[in-house]
């Protein structure tokens, strides 16, 4: 049954529904969970042992000592900040863990006084919910998206920590994921013939808190110089104009890229955050 003759179903049944009966179909429609197991898919369940896994293997914070830059940034942010990865930890979970008091979602601006301010939360990985809108909504119809979602022939995580390298490795191997998936232990700006022959390059807050500003600029023009396959797509978080306005750089977005219109609409997954979606921006190379 396609979509449409679903929706004619569904709307002759409740027409057929007796008045009296109406009002709590409705309701039991817009509030129960019977929907639910139809929006998680065996590949969901496999991305969540997965998190699961890596939870006991990393500390609370997801971050490693070896992640020197990063964790300077985040001590050198004016107001207090904490990494909290979104793949890793989801918003219930985070929830739990602030009940049980190993996490907290504010902090006091006044020690002992009851006046307190949001903590600010960041992380460096997409979470459930944005790898499904990417992978099932934004990118186009292409054989390279994510091993889960499509039948991609081969992709390419390209890491500088050693250690984060070391896990992805474990978890590829363990899932049997070794056949399309290869990790590549270096910097991105020693990647050109990578970069050059991508149908599809994500790139997911990659350089502000591991890079400094000079870095940070080199790699992006290195991006831009190999990132020129005509008709691939760029994925960015945050957007091109907003990374690169930070560097204040000169390169020319309207003669590399054209960005796309993306539809935040169509994600069905129960509690969306709306504005982390938004942050996901996709560009045809031009």
């Given at each position: 049954?396609?979509?449409?003759?679903?929706?004619?179903?569904?709307?002759?049944?409740?027409?057929?529904?007796?008045?009296?009966?109406?009002?709590?179909?409705?309701?039991?429609?817009?509030?129960?969970?019977?929907?639910?197991?139809?929006?998680?898919?065996?590949?969901?369940?496999?991305?969540?042992?997965?998190?699961?896994?890596?939870?006991?293997?990393?500390?609370?914070?997801?971050?490693?000592?070896?992640e020197h830059q990063a964790i300077q940034k985040i001590h050198q942010n004016p107001l207090p900040m904490i990494h909290v990865d979104a793949f890793l930890y989801d918003d219930e979970f985070v929830d739990s863990l602030c009940e049980e008091g190993k996490m907290s979602r504010s902090y006091c601006t006044v020690c002992g006084s009851y006046k307190t301010a949001s903590l600010e939360f960041i992380s460096h990985s997409f979470s459930l919910m944005e790898l499904k809108f990417l992978y099932q909504h934004v990118l186009p119809d292409l054989t390279g998206k994510g091993y889960l979602y499509s039948s991609a022939s081969?992709?390419?995580?390209?890491?500088?920590?050693?250690?984060?390298?070391?896990?992805?490795?474990?978890?590829?191997?363990?899932?049997?994921?070794?056949?399309?998936?290869?990790?590549?232990?270096a910097d991105i700006c020693t990647q050109a013939s990578l970069l050059q022959k991508a149908d599809v390059v994500v790139m997911n807050n990659v350089f502000e808190y591991f890079l400094d500003r000079q870095e940070q600029a080199r790699a992006w023009e290195f991006i831009a110089c190999n990132v020129r396959k005509r008709g691939s797509f760029l994925v960015t978080v945050p957007s091109l104009k907003e990374s690169l306005s930070k560097l204040q750089m000169d390169i020319q977005l309207s003669q590399w890229v054209e960005e796309m219109q993306l539809n935040y609409d169509v994600c069905m997954e129960k509690d969306v955050d709306r504005d982390a979606l938004e942050q996901i921006h996709l560009y045809r190379i031009l």
């Open positions: 049954m396609d979509l449409e003759a679903a929706r004619r179903a569904v709307l002759a049944a409740v027409r057929g529904t007796c008045a009296a009966d109406l009002p709590r179909l409705l309701h039991w429609m817009r509030n129960n969970s019977d929907f639910d197991e139809f929006m998680v898919s065996n590949n969901d369940v496999v991305l969540k042992n997965i998190a699961e896994e890596l939870r006991n293997c990393l500390p609370i914070e997801a971050m490693l000592s070896s081969q992709l390419y995580g390209v890491e500088m920590n050693a250690d984060f390298c070391q896990l992805q490795e474990m978890m590829i191997a363990k899932y049997q994921f070794i056949d399309r998936i290869k990790v590549v232990h």
